[in-house]
């Protein structure tokens, strides 16, 4: 059983500047409703109840959101503003929240290690809030379609999309052998590959199931491209011994770190939710 789902939020966003200058990019709405919001929305929605963030400095609003603020509730209480709030009260009350700092910005595996003491040893779901997803047809998210594929196959899992291949140098990119229409069992994963480097066009998006033992490997990975300790690198060493699978999820997801992803998650969300109300 998963139960604890980590938000590493601490990475600058500098290509949201100035935006993010003294504010955590998660913290930017979509619609009316910060990224973050949406990430936890579908970690409870797969069962994830344990809340662990590793936040950074300028990050200090992330805490608030998932707080009560009594002022503001009682001056709105009893009117229709009220419900604008039931999102999150619903999330303040069905899961805990945890908080951990990352002292120096060294990478997103360093920022996973910096986790470990809210996780302790047990499998884990990792969410990266600026990759903001939406599950299938049937609303299954795609944290949840995950969840239940570990439950089969008890291993590392990373989600997977197909991107044009002149983009191949924004995410991790793998290798492997199919396991069937969505699965693949990952044999070869690359950190930013120039795309004549690239060995497939299949992207590991922010959406991860790891296993404990991924901690230790991370603490004796070296740092990677631009000197960071990358997931990327550590997930390679589980993938020689077979252990990590690439699933193309079922869904939408739209790349919120990024203005262009921003802005059509934005369109995109007032189409399908907003002008639907
Ligand atoms: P990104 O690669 O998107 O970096 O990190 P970033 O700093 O957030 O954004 P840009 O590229 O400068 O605009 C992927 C995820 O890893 C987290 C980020 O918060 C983001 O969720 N991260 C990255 C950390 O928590 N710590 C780090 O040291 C690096």
Avoid: W
């Avoid at 009682?74 to 229709?80: F, L, S």
């Avoid at 303040?92 to 920022?111: D, N, P, V, W």
């Avoid at 066009?201 to 603490?219: K, M, Q, S, V």
């Amino acid at each position: 059983m998963i139960r604890k789902c980590l938000f590493p939020v601490a990475g600058y966003g500098t290509r949201f500047l100035p935006a993010t200058k003294a504010m955590a990019k998660e913290i930017l709405p979509i619609l009316d409703k910060p990224l973050v919001q949406y990430g936890v929305e579908e970690a409870l929605e797969a069962g994830l109840t344990d809340i662990a963030f590793v936040t950074g400095r300028t990050k200090r609003a992330i805490e608030d959101h998932f707080d009560i603020n009594y002022e503001l509730e009682d001056q709105i209480r009893g009117t229709a503003k009220e419900a604008m709030l039931s999102g999150v009260r619903e999330l303040i009350e069905k899961c805990t929240f945890s908080y951990t700092r990352q002292i120096q910005m060294k990478g997103l595996g360093h920022a996973i290690l910096t986790g470990r003491p809210l996780i302790g040893y047990e499998p884990f779901a990792v969410v990266l809030a600026d990759d903001l997803c939406f599950g299938d047809t049937a609303g299954h998210g795609v944290l949840r379609q995950m969840v239940e594929l570990y439950a089969k196959h008890q291993c590392s899992i990373v989600a997977i999309e197909e991107v044009p291949r002149d983009q191949t140098s924004s995410y991790g990119v793998i290798a492997g052998v199919p396991i069937d229409d969505r699965l693949i069992r990952v044999t070869d994963m690359v950190e930013k590959p120039k795309p004549e480097d690239a060995p497939s066009n299949l992207a590991i998006i922010g959406r991860y199931i790891l296993t404990p033992d991924i901690f230790e490997i991370i603490e004796n990975t070296p740092p990677g491209r631009n000197g960071e300790v990358q997931i990327t690198d550590a997930l390679l060493r589980q993938a020689k011994e077979g252990r990590v699978l690439g699933y193309k999820f079922r869904g939408q997801r739209f790349d919120c770190g990024s203005v262009e992803g921003f802005v059509e998650a934005t369109n995109y969300c007032f189409e399908t939710f907003y002008k639907k109300q």
